[in-house]
């Protein structure tokens, strides 16, 4: 896993990776968006849901942290043994959603996950114990491992299928 020397660096590839993969979506039709194709495992539309849907959780995760709540991971009324379900949930909040609209969502969360982590102190972000939620499974991650799995390390991997998606759609027969 990619480590990163201080918080700028990991707002930057966050930055950068989230640029690329929207970036992505230039060329994809909303009649598209929900076209499933052999050989990748999401629509369009459900992996910008898949991303919105984490952002959400981790920034929801500290709000509730913050707030004195009791938080639970991955979300109330799933196990981390159930995120098929989970996904499931992301694809059905965000699916009556355009391209376009899911777009303009995803380059929001994207900015606010950027805003929120210039809160954080290095010591935060990257000593194991800066936030409670952080230490809710037997990894015991720093909350900046949480944020790269759950943003720059899938953006660069939905961005592959992504294109991978589209050259699978050149394929097909007009």
Not at 46 to 73: C, F, N, P, S
Request: aromatic fraction near 14%.
């Amino acid at each position: 896993m990619r480590e990163y020397e201080d918080k700028e660096a990991l707002i930057g590839e966050i930055e950068k990776t989230a640029a690329l993969f929207l970036q992505e979506f230039d060329d994809v039709s909303d009649a598209d968006g929900d076209l499933r194709l052999e050989g990748v495992d999401k629509t369009p539309r459900e992996m910008l849901a898949y991303q919105l849907g984490w952002m959400e959780l981790i920034r929801g995760w500290d709000r509730d942290e913050a707030a004195g709540k009791t938080v639970v991971t991955p979300a109330p009324g799933y196990k981390w043994n159930q995120m098929g379900a989970l996904y499931g949930q992301f694809y059905s909040q965000y699916g009556a959603q355009s391209l376009t609209e899911l777009r303009r969502m995803f380059s929001k969360a994207s900015a606010d996950m950027v805003e929120w982590l210039c809160g954080f102190t290095d010591v935060e972000l990257f000593v194991s114990g800066g936030r409670k939620w952080a230490q809710s499974t037997p990894s015991g991650w720093p909350v900046w491992k949480w944020v790269h799995m759950n943003t720059a390390a899938p953006f660069k991997t939905f961005r592959s299928k992504v294109r991978k998606w589209k050259k699978l759609r050149a394929a097909l027969p007009a």
